[in-house]
Every structure is written in structure tokens, then in C-alpha cells.
């Protein structure tokens, strides 16, 4: 092409410049740069100032290492930010919609686990820590962020599925055709969806798909995870996809009712309708017991249903349910769904 747009590094006197060969103002036109992204609120042109000041900030601070020290940092924050670039250029050029397990899976390890193992290489040498020594922990910590990719993956579907590989999108479209074709449908309307009122509409008109997601993650805490590692991924799904104690998602008590289009605001009506979304799913891909346990899943979203489910709870049980609730165990959670079911349906 043209330009080179990779990050590059090079020696000027005693300091090293991490630096980019081209200026993106001289490339895209006026009225693209100065349109305003949907996500951030800002122009381009702003977003690019904002880039550049961080680069600007990269390098103070790359400078104030000793020499060594300085040039093997300055090499792999390139290698990351180019690999991480590359990963965008295979979304533009090299997405095919008839992905297999095996392409999401490959695709899965070049974008988050190669990209972490030259991060925590970047950090090792950053802490002056004996790089050998922790290597052979870098896979798990890229298994927890293939778990963090999970729920972004089901929170992004609906932009993502015409122009990445996503996993929620390849379950759907593999194992539950209603979903994958609800997500065809809807994809204009979820895209102006946020917080809590999108995640709860994924979970409810794509549960099929959205009970394997939560599967995955719990595979991926029982097969490559140490219980610290666990900790930090139980907490990481219960604020970014639950959105307990996270403003960004839960500025105020939530109720389900807001993505139900209907007026009823009582627990037994709410509950009813969780119910007769999750029961639809084939029970000759999804048990009985996980259905209910998912119940449990999508209760949690709603400050009141919550609230009503944990009356019914001794206080270990509500401790656990809310700390562990990525893995706490499935038939516990359709126990509890059984008997938050029966309450209502006095």
C-alpha cells in the first residue's frame, strides 16, 4: 500500500521515538475527521489528537528507563501495537461469514493470546522479572482473557456479526437458527442499545446461544485458571456483564420490564416471562437443569427480582451466588430457580 501504517521505533542521540510515518489528518478527508464517533463523542480528528498525546506520553516515560532496558520495551510495544493492527486488518480483508469452530478458534488465539504473551513479556521487563520464570503462567492469563472476549463478544454481536468472527454470533448461527435470524433482524436496534437494557435483550431472545457462552467461561475457569485467576474472572463477568457496583452499566435500580415492551412490573409477571423465554430453547441441546440455572443468570439483572430470589437464600448462599455466580454450581442455581418459581406461582 501506500502508507506504512505500523508503529516504528528508532534511536535519536541517547533517546529512543516510538513514531508512525504518516498523519492520518493528511489522509482522510475533512469531513470524515471531523464527523463525530458514536461510541466516544468526539471527532476523528479529536480522537487522533487524543492518540497522539498518549504516544507523546509513551515516550516520556520510555525514556526514563536505562538504555537496555529502554530499546527492548521500545521493540515490543511495537510488536503489540502491530499486532494488534494486524488483527484489525484481518476483520477488514479476511472475514468470511462461513467461519468454523476452528477458524473462531484460531482467530481467538491470534487476537487475544499471542497479544498477551508480548504484553506480559513487556511487563516482565518493565518489573526487571525473570521472564522464563513467569512464561509458563502467560497462557492462563490469555485463557482469562479469551473469558473477558466471552461476554464482549455477546454484548458486540450485533456490529460485530457482518464483519468479525464472534462467538455468540457462531453458536447462534450454528446450533439455534431462530436467534441468529432474531439477530438479522434486530441488529439496527441493539446497535443503539447500551448497558444493561442490551445485555438483557441478548439474554433473553438468545439465551440458547448466550447459556453456551456462559458454559465456555465456566470450561475455561475449571480447565485453565488458578483460583486467583478465577476470582478476578468471576468479578470481571458480575461488573462488566451483570454490571453489580458498575455505574457505567447500572446508573440506577434496573428492571427488566424497560426490554419486555409491556407495562408489568411484578416479580411473578417478570419471572413468567424469563421463564417461557429460556424454556423455548431445545432440551436436546440445553438440559433441563442449565435452563433453570439460567433463569437465576438473567434474574440478577433485575434490582427487584434479585431482591426476591435472595430473600429465599441464607446469607452464604447469597454470598456465593453474587461472588462466584459465573461458576456456582448448576444445580444449586436450578434449585434456586425451582423455588423462586414456585413462590411466584402461589
Same mark, same amino acid.
Not at 487524543?50 to 525514556?63: M, Q
Not at 466471552?150 to 450454528?174: G, I
Not at 458480575?238 to 424497560?258: D, Q, T, V, Y
Given at each position: ?41 468526539? =471527532? ?129 448461527? =450454528? ?25 438483557? =435483550? ?111 437464600? =441464607? ?32
Amino acid at each position: 500500500t501506500q502508507f506504512d501504517y505500523y508503529l516504528h521505533s528508532r534511536q535519536e542521540g541517547e533517546k529512543q521515538l516510538l513514531y508512525y510515518r504518516f498523519d492520518i489528518c493528511g489522509i482522510l478527508p475533512p469531513a470524515v475527521l471531523n464527523s463525530v464517533n458514536a461510541k466516544y463523542e468526539i =471527532t476523528y480528528k479529536a480522537f487522533y489528537g487524543h492518540l497522539l498525546f498518549l504516544l507523546d506520553e509513551i515516550n516520556v516515560h520510555l525514556n526514563r528507563l536505562g538504555s537496555k532496558k529502554r530499546q527492548e520495551a521500545a521493540e515490543l510495544i511495537c510488536r503489540v501495537c502491530n499486532r494488534c493492527f494486524d488483527t484489525y486488518k484481518s476483520d477488514i480483508h479476511c472475514f468470511c461469514s462461513d467461519y468454523t469452530l476452528q477458524h473462531l478458534l484460531d482467530y481467538q488465539k491470534t487476537k487475544d493470546d499471542d497479544i498477551i504473551q508480548v504484553l506480559l513479556t513487556l511487563r516482565a521487563v518493565l518489573l526487571d522479572k525473570k521472564q522464563l520464570q513467569y512464561q509458563a503462567q502467560f497462557g492462563s492469563w490469555s485463557s482469562m482473557v479469551r473469558s473477558m472476549q466471552l461476554y464482549d463478544d455477546m454484548q458486540d454481536a450485533a456490529a460485530d456479526c457482518d464483519f468479525q468472527m464472534n462467538t455468540l454470533c457462531y453458536f447462534a448461527k =450454528t446450533y439455534f437458527n431462530e436467534e441468529w435470524l432474531w439477530l438479522q433482524q434486530n441488529k439496527p436496534a441493539l446497535q443503539n442499545l447500551a448497558g444493561l437494557a442490551l445485555h438483557t =435483550t441478548i439474554g433473553l431472545n438468545m439465551p440458547g446461544s448466550c447459556i453456551l457462552c456462559y458454559q465456555y467461561a465456566v470450561n475455561i475457569a475449571h480447565t485453565r485458571l488458578n483460583w486467583v485467576q478465577r476470582k478476578i474472572q468471576n468479578y470481571l463477568w458480575r461488573k462488566n456483564w451483570l454490571g453489580m457496583k458498575n455505574p457505567l452499566l447500572r446508573p440506577g435500580a434496573f428492571c427488566i420490564s424497560e426490554v419486555m415492551n409491556r407495562s408489568e412490573k411484578s416479580v411473578p409477571l417478570k419471572l413468567h416471562f424469563i421463564e417461557k423465554k429460556i424454556m423455548q430453547v431445545d432440551e436436546g441441546i440445553i438440559p433441563l437443569d442449565i435452563k433453570l440455572a439460567y433463569i437465576i443468570d438473567i434474574v440478577l439483572f433485575d434490582d427487584e427480582l434479585r431482591a426476591s430470589l435472595f430473600k429465599l437464600l =441464607t446469607l452464604r448462599e447469597q454470598y456465593f451466588l453474587s461472588g462466584c455466580y459465573l461458576e456456582y454450581p448448576v444445580h444449586k442455581k436450578a434449585a434456586m430457580a425451582k423455588k423462586l418459581l414456585q413462590m411466584c406461582a402461589l
